[in-house]
């Protein structure tokens, strides 16, 4: 394959998503859209330059940090999209095979478009544009077309009324061999009704000069453009009906998909069944056998073999679930490491933590992990029995095989096989509950008054 190079669009304002962040650096699928765009390119080997624009080093600072070896050029004035391309001059000039024009803002296209396009250029092609089908046409360029050719895109307002009954649409994206697109780009004008320099012009220009521009048709879902909340919210929809085919194709049961919310990075093996309103935040690996049961919430966490989680449970901040382990309703893990055949069944807190295998971790057990000031850590050894309502005030250390008395607060370390009761003794006061009632109900009438 000729070598690649990818020139991604990055400079528009989006004002029209009424926010002080970027258009682009709104997440899809919990990656940034810009991010989706450097990921498809770099499935190719692309090289990579982005175009942003004025005072927009948050956007430079998210593309360097997902590819550091991307060239970054400024449009300082939004002149239209071949003046964005002549930006990127440099990258251009020192391009020797295929260039991609790519748009930051459309984060869905496929690594099957990209290779379309490719393969029409390794096949002799000029350019290759990228045309698709929207339900309503409106707004958008069309392909004025003959035959598998491409002779010209006419923008909307540019267009005649006939013009405007094709559906063929224009996607923005276009390939071109390197030099075809330096014999074009500098003779681009701006003679339209917004009087900006459109790259789509550089099909008439050349066809004129006996070029071939093929095109071709791409799924209209994988194109929507990330311009304002509504297009967000689409292009999330879409991305979560992407992998949900992907992940169920993969060999997992989604007992009901449309409720199961992944990232884009999230890993699932064989066999494993997600239960209805299952959200999975970035950075989660979960290992084959798991059962995620319904309303848990996953985020930058490993889950191993076997593994039982919910419903109602919170995985986060770094936690890493051994084989087998099970975290039943309403159990948060953060930042924590739990081994093998652990059992933390209800109602607890496990933040901070090392807790070996076999071990069980009562119900309303808490580890005060916060002073209010820093984080410690609390270590719980292999077969371990915390009894319910344990507050274990870390940093603090339970040796293998301890018990630790239900109700206890553990403030200090606890040996081996030893015992822990850190609870005020029982003390009962015969017919005293009759006063404490008849105490409550003068003061509930005194407020009645």
């Given at each position: 394959?000729a070598?690649?190079?990818?020139?991604i669009?990055a400079?528009?304002?989006g004002?029209?998503?009424?926010?002080?962040?970027?258009?682009?650096?709104?997440?899809?699928?919990?990656?940034?859209?810009?991010?989706?765009?450097?990921?498809?390119?770099?499935?190719?080997g692309?090289?990579?330059?982005?175009?942003?624009?004025p005072?927009?080093?948050?956007?430079?600072?998210?593309?360097t940090?997902?590819d550091?070896s991307?060239?970054i050029?400024r449009?300082?004035?939004?002149?239209?999209?071949?003046?964005?391309?002549q930006?990127?001059?440099?990258a251009?000039?020192?391009?020797?095979?295929h260039?991609?024009?790519?748009?930051?803002?459309?984060p869905?296209?496929t690594?099957?478009t990209?290779?379309?396009i490719?393969?029409?250029?390794d096949?002799?092609?000029?350019?290759?544009v990228?045309?698709?089908?929207?339900?309503?046409?409106?707004?958008?360029?069309?392909?004025l077309?003959?035959?598998s050719?491409?002779?010209?895109?006419?923008?909307?307002?540019?267009?005649?009324?006939?013009?405007?009954?094709?559906?063929?649409?224009?996607?923005g994206?276009?390939?071109?061999?390197?030099d075809?697109l330096r014999?074009?780009i500098?003779?681009?004008?701006?003679?339209?009704a917004?009087g900006?320099?459109?790259?789509?012009?550089?099909v008439?220009?050349?066809?004129?000069?006996?070029?071939?521009?093929?095109?071709?048709?791409?799924?209209?879902?994988?194109?929507?453009?990330?311009d304002?909340?509504?297009?967000?919210?689409?292009?999330?929809?879409?991305f979560?009906?992407?992998?949900?085919?992907?992940?169920?194709?993969?060999?997992?049961?989604?007992?009901?998909p449309?409720?199961?919310?992944?990232s884009?990075?999230?890993?699932?093996?064989?066999?494993?069944?997600?239960f209805?309103n299952?959200v999975?935040g970035?950075?989660?690996?979960?290992?084959?056998?798991?059962?995620?049961?319904?309303?848990?919430?996953?985020?930058d966490?490993?889950?191993?073999?076997?593994?039982?989680?919910?419903?109602f449970?919170?995985?986060?901040?770094?936690?890493?679930l051994?084989?087998?382990?099970?975290?039943?309703?309403?159990?948060?893990?953060?930042?924590?490491?739990?081994?093998?055949?652990?059992?933390?069944?209800h109602?607890?807190?496990?933040?901070?933590?090392e807790?070996?295998?076999?071990?069980?971790i009562?119900a309303?057990?808490?580890?005060?992990?916060?002073?209010?000031?820093n984080?410690?850590?609390?270590?719980?050894?292999?077969?371990v029995?915390?009894g319910?309502?344990?507050s274990?005030?870390?940093p603090?250390s339970?040796g293998?095989?301890?018990y630790t008395?239900?109700?206890?607060?553990i403030?200090?370390?606890v040996?081996a096989?030893?015992?822990?009761?850190g609870?005020?003794?029982?003390e009962?006061?015969?017919?005293y509950a009759?006063?404490?009632?008849?105490?409550?109900?003068?003061?509930?009438?005194a407020?009645?008054?």
């Amino acid at each position: 394959m000729a070598e690649l190079l990818s020139i991604i669009l990055a400079a528009g304002e989006g004002t029209r998503m009424k926010s002080a962040l970027p258009k682009v650096l709104h997440p899809v699928g919990g990656l940034p859209v810009v991010s989706h765009v450097l990921r498809t390119a770099q499935g190719f080997g692309s090289k990579v330059a982005v175009v942003v624009g004025p005072n927009h080093e948050a956007v430079e600072a998210a593309v360097t940090r997902f590819d550091p070896s991307c060239q970054i050029a400024r449009q300082e004035q939004r002149l239209g999209t071949a003046h964005a391309v002549q930006q990127a001059r440099a990258a251009l000039e020192a391009a020797s095979g295929h260039v991609l024009v790519l748009y930051a803002d459309t984060p869905l296209v496929t690594a099957r478009t990209i290779g379309n396009i490719v393969s029409k250029l390794d096949d002799g092609a000029d350019m290759v544009v990228v045309g698709f089908r929207p339900g309503n046409p409106t707004g958008y360029g069309r392909l004025l077309t003959e035959g598998s050719q491409v002779r010209a895109i006419r923008e909307h307002k540019d267009a005649t009324d006939a013009e405007r009954q094709i559906g063929l649409c224009n996607s923005g994206i276009i390939g071109f061999r390197s030099d075809a697109l330096r014999g074009v780009i500098d003779r681009i004008g701006n003679e339209n009704a917004k009087g900006e320099y459109y790259l789509t012009d550089a099909v008439e220009l050349a066809t004129g000069d006996g070029q071939r521009v093929d095109f071709i048709e791409a799924d209209a879902a994988e194109l929507v453009g990330v311009d304002n909340r509504e297009k967000l919210a689409e292009a999330e929809a879409t991305f979560q009906q992407f992998k949900r085919k992907e992940i169920m194709a993969a060999g997992v049961t989604l007992r009901d998909p449309n409720s199961v919310w992944f990232s884009w990075d999230t890993e699932i093996g064989r066999d494993v069944t997600i239960f209805p309103n299952v959200v999975f935040g970035p950075g989660v690996k979960i290992a084959d056998n798991v059962e995620i049961r319904a309303f848990c919430d996953v985020e930058d966490a490993v889950i191993g073999e076997g593994a039982s989680i919910g419903p109602f449970a919170r995985i986060r901040g770094g936690a890493e679930l051994g084989p087998n382990v099970h975290l039943g309703n309403f159990v948060e893990v953060k930042k924590s490491k739990i081994g093998a055949g652990t059992k933390a069944g209800h109602l607890s807190y496990l933040g901070d933590a090392e807790i070996g295998a076999k071990t069980n971790i009562g119900a309303g057990t808490i580890t005060c992990n916060y002073d209010g000031v820093n984080k410690d850590r609390t270590i719980i050894g292999d077969n371990v029995f915390i009894g319910s309502n344990a507050s274990l005030v870390a940093p603090v250390s339970i040796g293998d095989g301890a018990y630790t008395a239900s109700g206890s607060v553990i403030t200090e370390d606890v040996p081996a096989d030893a015992l822990a009761l850190g609870r005020a003794r029982q003390e009962n006061k015969p017919g005293y509950a009759p006063k404490l009632k008849q105490r409550a109900l003068a003061k509930k009438a005194a407020k009645g008054k």
